[in-house]
């Protein structure tokens, strides 16, 4: 009972001294709210850079083209083998024909120059449409295929693709730094601000360690100030973050300048995002304020 009688009366006085101290917590949740927001920016940033590396990653495909004498039998053997490797996402057979009535659906010039020829005279290979899971993985697969009987040559944009593959995890790499950085940048600024503001109640300190408040006593009600300026500073970051990033989603439908730039769908994503800026406003609210009240404690 004492334990909660304590805790809430740190509940009360700490609401009580946000409101008291008004224009220094409001300083502090400005601070909070102006970093809150450059954090939000940043996380959606890099997750939809993210996402687009991911789409085109998955999107990159193993073309192998078969020996034009091969059998079904030499077809069933060659899926049977390219399946058994590891990293295999997709294995996708199309024959001959299936090719040309593609071909021929695509283009009336095609459907021209095609139509009359069949499963002996079309001179187009059947193939496997290969999809890996890991594309770092994708020469090496490549490389098996291509060693494979009945399989005349195995094209994935080589060259092209160890590129985009360096590029993204760079790309990759950039963005998660990036937002760690301002991460540990909103945590300096904010905890600083609440030191300024803790400390400019110094006396107040003093005081009530001088009259036998003990250091729990005199900690908690800081420490719950902090979560409050937190949670207040990190309001206007989420619903800036949660509704313009679905006035943005919607006013794009979805994509930025091309099909191919999909955005990540709104939900859960901007759940997440809320998520981790009341996290931030909490934690660093919380850790500011302890940080700056421990070293007040001796008189």
Known sequence: MKAIRIFSRSVRDSVKSVFRNFSLSLASISC????????????????????????VEGDVTIVAFLDRDVTDDDVSRINSSINALPY??????????????????SSEVFESVMRDWDESSTPIQATFQVKVKDINEI??????????DGVDIVKYGEGMVEQLVSLFDIVRKISIGMVIALIIVTAFLITNTIKITIFSRKREIEIMRLVGASNINIKIPFILEGLFLGIIGSIIPILLSVFGYVK???????????????????????????LVLLVIGILVGMFGSYRAVRKHLKV
């Open 88 to 105: 295999i996402d997709s294995v996708v057979y199309k024959s001959k024909m299936d090719i040309s009535n593609e071909m021929m659906a």
């Open 139 to 148: 020469k090496y697969i490549a490389d098996e295929i291509a060693s494979m």
């Open 32 to 55: 909070i709210t102006i970093t809150l927001i450059v954090v939000a920016l940043a996380i959606v940033l890099s997750q939809n850079v993210n996402n687009f590396t991911k789409l």
């Open 248 to 274: 943005l989603y919607d006013r794009f439908d979805g994509q930025l300048f091309s099909p191919f730039i999909k955005l990540i769908t709104p939900e859960p994503f901007v759940y997440f995002i809320a």
